[in-house]
């Protein structure tokens, strides 16, 4: 079955930059859209950013765009997620999901938290 | 920019009954583009309903999905108690692209 794994996460002060991994195997990641969704603590998901299968078109959420910069390597099975100008806002769980084609997502990874705090 | 309002907030239930989830969209929503997920504590959200009515791979059939233009029902026939969950509708539009999430209906074993 899919498998997404989420690494990066942890404590990062106001202003500061993180980089979020997502592995994945056991399909072919080069040919899928790949997603990262976030949710705060206690609060429900949100889209973050959408790369298409060769990394040739990305899309953002207002709230991150010109903050976030997603990315993939598809040699590498990994898609990232490039986080700077972080905000107390920003703290969340962060996953990365595979696109199912039908704008809906069919696979998660377990997620990555990122706590945003001085 | 469409928004999704779930109703109701939290619905109380017991195993074996029927629960009834409601979404409803500001602007007409492409059915195509309609899905449902469950959420767990702790766990990643899980795909169950796409296309407004199609259940994902090794979803139970107890769970069904309708509706179309700008409100869509999630039905569970006869819950069980690992269906005690959280469950959020999301959207897809394309211009520009935006993945929508609602706010989320928690059903809770009464």
């Known amino acids: 079955e899919v498998h997404l794994v989420e690494s990066g996460g942890g404590l990062v002060q106001p202003g500061g930059s993180l980089r979020l991994s997502c592995a994945a195997s056991?399909?072919?990641?080069?040919?899928?859209?790949m997603h990262w969704v976030r949710q705060a603590p206690g609060k429900g998901l949100v889209w973050v950013s959408r790369?298409?299968?060769?990394?040739?078109?990305?899309a953002y959420a207002d709230s991150v765009k010109g903050r976030f910069t997603i990315s993939r390597d598809n040699a590498k099975n990994t898609l990232y997620l490039q986080m700077s100008s972080l905000r107390a806002e920003d703290t969340a769980v962060y996953y990365c999901a595979r696109d199912a084609t039908h704008g809906d997502f069919d696979y998660w990874g377990q997620g990555t938290l990122v706590t945003v705090s001085s | 920019e469409s928004v999704l309002t779930q109703s109701p907030g939290t619905l109380s239930l017991s195993p074996g009954e029927r629960a009834t989830l409601s979404c409803r969209a500001s602007q007409s929503v492409s059915s195509s583009y309609l899905a449902w997920y469950q959420q767990k504590p702790g766990q990643a959200p899980r795909l169950l309903i796409y296309?407004?009515?199609s259940r994902a791979t090794g979803i139970p059939d107890r769970f069904s999905g309708s509706g179309s233009g700008t409100d869509f029902t999630l039905t569970i026939s006869r819950l069980e108690p690992e269906d005690f969950a959280v469950y959020y509708c999301?959207?897809?539009?394309?211009?520009?692209?935006?993945?929508?999430f609602g706010q989320g209906t928690k059903l809770e074993i009464k």
């Open positions: 056991r399909f072919t990641f080069s040919s899928s859209w």
């Open positions: 296309g407004a009515s």
């Open positions: 999301q959207q897809y539009g394309s211009s520009p692209p935006r993945y929508t």
């Open positions: 790369i298409t299968s060769d990394g040739s078109s990305t």
